[in-house]
């Protein structure tokens, strides 16, 4: 499968006598998730021409919905437009270098920090790669602690919070192991939990917590390079933010453990 970038683009979807106008969240090679307010007038399976600002004209077709938008299959593009879409996804893909390097040098920092704890005994590495869990009573949404909980506590947030103050546009800069689970989040985001709150406690007690959606186990069990997602951010009681999310592979000495997870904030 292609890699779907995040991309804003104006975009229109003719089909069966109706014009969609929206905007894309996401652009692949083979194809775009359009936003569109009026998106419930579009069919499932419908078929009709897609008008991307800025690279052209192509017949598409919705293969799916979700809650941010149609998902649109590309099904013929002549070869200016094909020509178009590569050079948009090579500009996405340099514009976020910078972003990208950024996360990876918080995945090798995590690395080295896993790896010392590993060789002076805090932890071993079967402890740290055991994803096993135990509930927190009385918890909602529900919290867990990891079996090496006080090592995650004490190795995460230094650097956790030096990288989420390195750019203002970060909204988080966390990790989570390969069951997409966060065992630290970001101080900001790291609460009390207070009883009876549950949509304060989702948007300000996110440590401890799966967040094993499709972004989450898409972040947790990427093993390439790197992985650019963007998606609806719940935060309790109905609000959601965008987020363009940047994911990299923590390994610990060549293991696989989990993922670092960037988030920036769109618009």
């Not at 997409?180 to 009876?196: D, I």
């Amino acid at each position: 499968r292609f890699d779907r970038l995040p991309c804003d683009l104006a975009a229109t979807f003719e089909s069966a006598g109706h014009i969609l106008a929206g905007r894309t969240l996401d652009l692949s090679d083979d194809g775009a998730l359009l936003r569109a307010e009026a998106a419930h007038t579009i069919t499932d399976g419908a078929v009709g021409e897609l008008d991307l600002a800025g690279i052209g004209r192509l017949s598409a077709r919705v293969v799916a919905r979700s809650p941010l938008g149609l998902h649109c299959e590309f099904i013929r593009a002549d070869e200016t437009v094909r020509r178009a879409i590569e050079s948009k996804l090579a500009a996405i893909r340099t514009d976020n270098e910078a972003a990208i390097v950024r996360a990876r040098n918080m995945a090798e920092e995590i690395r080295t920090a896993f790896e010392a704890a590993v060789a002076d005994g805090r932890a071993t590495i079967e402890a740290l790669l055991d994803n096993a869990v135990s509930p927190v009573p009385g918890a909602d949404p529900p919290q867990f602690t990891a079996r090496v909980q006080d090592v995650l506590e004490t190795i995460l947030p230094p650097i956790q919070e030096r990288y989420l103050s390195s750019d203002p546009a970060l909204a988080f800069a966390i990790t989570c192991d390969r069951n997409a689970f966060v065992a630290v989040h970001n101080k900001v985001y790291s609460q009390p939990q207070r009883p009876g709150e549950r949509d304060w406690n989702i948007a300000n007690c996110r440590n401890k917590r799966h967040f094993d959606d499709r972004t989450g186990l898409a972040a947790a069990r990427n093993t390439r390079p790197y992985l650019l997602q963007v998606y609806a951010r719940d935060m309790g009681g109905g609000k959601t933010v965008m987020i363009k999310e940047i994911d990299v592979p923590i390994r610990i000495q060549g293991k696989h453990w989990g993922s670092v997870r960037h988030g920036y904030k769109m618009g």
